[in-house]
């Protein structure tokens, strides 16, 4: 659940730092590796400048320049950096003129077994 929380993170960071374009959030499990899940957030607005980037690594560095209404914190991309990485995954950001920002957080989950117990449970009257 946390995991979801802190991509909802990323998403919350996006839709305050661009006035226009589309945002796209889709959740994929990896098609070569089954523990893997990759959360991709598309924003075609407004692209994340360099400097805004090394807020990744190193918490408020830089203030969110394009945040309309001053709520985003230096300190998040570095939250979702830090969640990728204990969960054995990565987060990836690209910015590129006119194309605006992509975001890329792919973690590890641990598998779920059953355990015979629940198999075999059943209702009783």
């Known amino acids: 659940m946390a ?3 802190k991509a909802l993170l990323l998403l919350d960071y996006a ?3 661009t006035d226009y374009g589309k945002i796209t959030l889709t959740l994929e499990a990896d098609a070569e590796q089954a523990d893997k899940l990759a959360i991709r957030l598309s924003d075609t607005g407004t692209r994340m400048s360099a400097a805004e980037l090394d807020n990744l690594r190193h918490p408020w560095l830089t203030v969110p320049s394009a945040d309309r209404s001053q709520q985003n914190s230096g300190f ?5 950096h830090q969640l990728a990485r204990n969960l054995g995954g990565e987060l990836s950001i690209s910015c590129k003129q006119d194309l605006g920002t992509h975001y890329q957080l792919t973690v590890t989950l641990p598998a779920i077994t059953n355990s015979a117990d629940e198999e075999d449970e059943k209702l009783r009257w």
């Open 3 to 5: 995991m979801l929380q």
């Open 76 to 80: 998040a991309l570095f939250l979702c």
């Open 15 to 17: 839709i305050t730092n």
